[in-house]
C-alpha cells in the first residue's frame, strides 16, 4: 500500500498520520473479512457510516475503546491481534518529543522520524548527500540552507536541531542499526566549504567504527547501478507494523510497505554487492579528507 500525509487538521482530531492509516487499514480489512458494513460497525460504536469511514481512512484515528469494539464485533478473538492493535491504537495517540516540530515541518516528515523511533534497522542509499542521521551540524545547516536559500535564520536552526535530535537513536540505550550505502559522488561534492567537509568525512570515519552503525560506498567506477532513480530508506519495524520504505520526492515523502518495501529491500541488497565496506570505505574517507587541507 502506498501512503502519503497530509497536513489537514480537523477539530478534535489528529492529523492523518501514517500509524493512524496503517491502524484505519487494518480496522477495514477486518470488516470486510467479517462481511460487516460501515453502518454495522457504526452501530456498535455508536457512530454514523459516515465517521466509520473516516476512522478506516486515518483521517479520525481510532482510540483503544473503539478498536476494542472493532475487535469485538468482527468476532477476533486471538489474544495476539488484540494486542497488536492496541498497540497500535495507542501509538496513534502517543506525543514524541518530534510533535513538538509539527509546526515547523511536513506531516510526512512527522511520519518519517516516527518510522525511525520504531524501527529496529534502517537500510539507507543516498546518491547526492550523507544520510542525515550521519550528518555533523555544520554540513546539515549547509544542506538545509541550499534547498532554500530564503529560509530564515530562526527556522534554519529550528530544522538543524530537528535532525541532530534525530541523531540520538543512534546512541540509545537500545540504538537502531543502520546500514548506510553513500554514493562516491557524494562524499566527493564539497558542501560547506573545505573545511565542513573535512570535519563530515572524519565524522563518518568515526562513525564507521560503532558497532551498530555500517557505512559503505558506491565507487563511481560501479558505474549504472540497482537505483537510477535516487535514495530510498527501508526500515526493518517493530511489531506490530510492517516493513515500511520511504522515497523522498520533491512533493513530500512517499511510504510503501508489501512488494513495494521488498522491492526496495532487494534493490538495497544488489548496491550493497556493488559496495565498498570496511578499510577500503576508510581509505577512501581519509584520502577524500587529506586533499581538502
Known sequence: MLMQTNGDVMPNELASTLRAQWLGQ????????????????GECLNRNASTVSRIESGMLPARVPEVLAYLDVCGIDDPKRRDDLKTMAQDVWQKGWWDGFSANVAASLIDWIWLESRATAID?????????????????????????????????????????NRQQRLSHPEPIRLSAIIDEGALRRTVGGSEVMRAQLAHLRSLAGWPNVEIMILPLAAGAHASPNGAFDVFRMRRPYPPAGCISTVVGTVVVEGEKADSLHQRYDRLRRAALRNGAVQRILFDLEARLE
Do not use: C, K, N, W
Not at 127 to 142: C, F, H, K, M, N
Open 124 to 164: 539507507s542509499f543516498q546518491d547526492s548527500v550523507i544520510p542525515g542521521l550521519l550528518q555533523t551540524r555544520e554540513y546539515a545547516e549547509a544542506v538545509i540552507r541550499a534547498a532554500d536559500q530564503h529560509l530564515p535564520d530562526d527556522q534554519l536552526q529550528r530544522f538543524v536541531e530537528l535532525r541532530m
Open 26 to 41: 487494518q480496522l477495514r480489512e477486518m470488516r470486510e473479512a467479517a462481511r460487516l458494513t460501515l453502518r454495522d460497525v
